[in-house]
Antibody
């Protein structure tokens, strides 16, 4: 249902774009959230993008260098990270949000994209 | 440090029952539904329990969820080796206006 792009190896200071392509449903019906998992650590919510309006919302700690965008023509959302730092090394997941009556959960997750930042 | 508190690890023998707790506050668990995710080693998280105590299609009924006040629990009965995984509780938080995850609990089946 959501398929992510492959692993990336980048140098500090570079940028990376991770894609998350949806299939099997009407893309604009469900929001997409992004979750980070640093090596050996837990899940950390990064924010979400309204696939109907394109409006992104960023969690604290993910403003400035992190950008969510989408291309409805190909049912894809993107996470771009600018000015990469070693601490950005992590697996990044996209997840589809099901929401009803103010309650929500992530019903489909991408397989994850490993971003490694190393000189 | 996560807003939702889970034990870092639990362990139990096969065929036994184990519970994993998730403690929060009024702004999160006390006001919103709790979801649980299972992350098998090297895999993406998977929805295990939603809306406090509902099982998605295809999830074994050995898993169950409950919530009381500002705490939630995940119970796994009839433990099997394939249940070894990290388990995360998650919910919405009104203070951060977003989703929060517990720190995760590593389950070991002895």
């Amino acid at each position: 249902q959501v398929q992510q792009s492959g692993s990336e190896l980048k140098k500090p200071g570079a940028s990376v774009r991770v894609s998350c392509k949806a299939s099997g449903y009407t893309f604009t019906t469900f929001a997409i959230h992004w979750v980070r998992q640093a090596p050996g650590q837990g899940l950390e919510w990064m924010g979400w993008i309204d696939t109907n309006t394109g409006r992104p919302t960023y969690a604290q700690g993910f403003t400035g260098r992190f950008v969510f965008s989408l291309d409805t023509s190909v049912s894809a959302t993107y996470l771009q990270i600018n000015t990469l730092q070693a601490e950005d090394t992590a697996i990044y997941y996209c997840a589809r949000e099901y929401r009803w009556n103010y309650r929500q959960y992530f019903d489909y997750w991408g397989q994850g994209t490993l971003v490694t930042v190393s000189s | 440090q996560s807003v939702l508190t889970q034990p870092p690890s639990v362990s139990e023998a096969p065929r036994q029952r184990v519970t994993i707790s998730c403690s929060g506050s009024r702004s999160n668990i006390g006001n919103h539904a709790v979801n649980w995710y299972q992350q098998l080693p090297g895999k993406a998280p998977k929805l295990l329990i939603y809306y406090d105590d509902l099982l998605p299609s295809g999830v074994s009924d050995r898993f169950s969820g409950s919530k009381s006040g500002t705490s939630a629990s995940l119970a796994i009965s009839g433990l099997q080796s394939e249940d070894e995984a990290d388990y995360y509780c998650a919910t919405w938080d009104d203070r951060v206006n977003g989703v929060i995850f517990g720190g995760g609990t590593k389950l070991t089946v002895l």
